[in-house]
T-cell receptor, first 109, second 119 residues
Framework: DSGVTQTPKHLITATGQRVTLRCSPR?????VYWYQQSLDQGLQFLIH???????AKGNILERFSAQQFPDLHSELNLSSLELGDSALYFC????????FGEGSRLTVL | AQKVTQAQTEISVVEKEDVTLDCVYE???????LFWYKQPPSGELVFLIR??????QNEISGRYSWNFQKSTSSFNFTITASQVVDSAVYFC????????????????FGKGTKLSVKP
């Protein structure tokens, strides 16, 4: 158990819809990272938040947004969903090495 | 550009065989970090090792060992006496300051090597 909690574990939705994925970092960790794992693109860094502030952006689509709240949990919002957004979305926290949550598997039908 | 290449897409071995997973990286940064992660069939990503660019000592942890060679930009991972439970996808990853954010968590991953260990 990495200590990073992600919900929901599985999510099935339709194209055009909007979903929110939630992540709680390990106790005491101030950072949250979001990654996407898809068959086409592999594991890709999306965005990094540190203590409520955005620190770095990766290959995150404009339809996607994230935020980190004062209690340090983070949410990744995915809107206008397309079939290609089907993927495993991971959240992770550090310092040092990244500890990943178990992921949220999103299926867009 | 920064890049991680895991040329071996899939490897299949019989239990108790030794197996080496290759990882080659590219970066212009002088300070960087290399990682290996394991993704078993259940899907979670499990941290195995982190190595910084100034520490070229090889590391051994039980049946696992890592060989870091800056001269060839490689960070290879060897499993000795493989077991069925080692079956998983293994990812090599690189983190460098130029990727932004000032942290080590902005990683670029290789495509992974799927290891199947048969009894």
């Amino acid at each position: 158990d990495s200590g990073v909690t992600q919900t929901p574990k599985h999510l099935i939705t339709a194209t055009g819809q909007r979903v929110t994925l939630r992540c709680s970092p390990r106790s005491g960790d101030l950072s949250v990272y979001w990654y996407q794992q898809s068959l086409d693109q592999g594991l890709q860094f999306l965005i990094h938040y540190y203590n409520g502030e955005e620190r770095a952006k990766g290959n995150i689509l404009e339809r996607f947004s994230a935020q980190q709240f004062p209690d340090l949990h983070s949410e990744l919002n995915l809107s206008s969903l397309e079939l290609g957004d089907s993927a495993l979305y991971f959240c992770a926290s550090d310092p040092g090495e990244l500890f990943f949550g178990e992921g949220s598997r999103l299926t867009v039908l | 550009a920064q890049k991680v290449t895991q040329a071996q897409t899939e490897i299949s071995v019989v239990e108790k065989e030794d197996v080496t997973l290759d990882c080659v990286y590219e970066t212009r940064d002088t300070t960087y970090y290399l990682f290996w992660y394991k993704q078993p069939p259940s899907g979670e990503l499990v941290f195995l090792i982190r190595r910084n660019s100034f520490d070229e000592q090889n590391e051994i942890s039980g049946r696992y060992s890592w060989n870091f060679q800056k001269s060839t930009s490689s960070f290879n991972f060897t499993i000795t006496a493989s077991q069925v439970v080692d079956s998983a996808v293994y990812f090599c990853a690189l983190s460098a300051p130029s990727r932004g954010g000032g942290s080590q968590g902005n990683l670029i991953f290789g495509k992974g090597t799927k290891l199947s260990v048969k009894p």
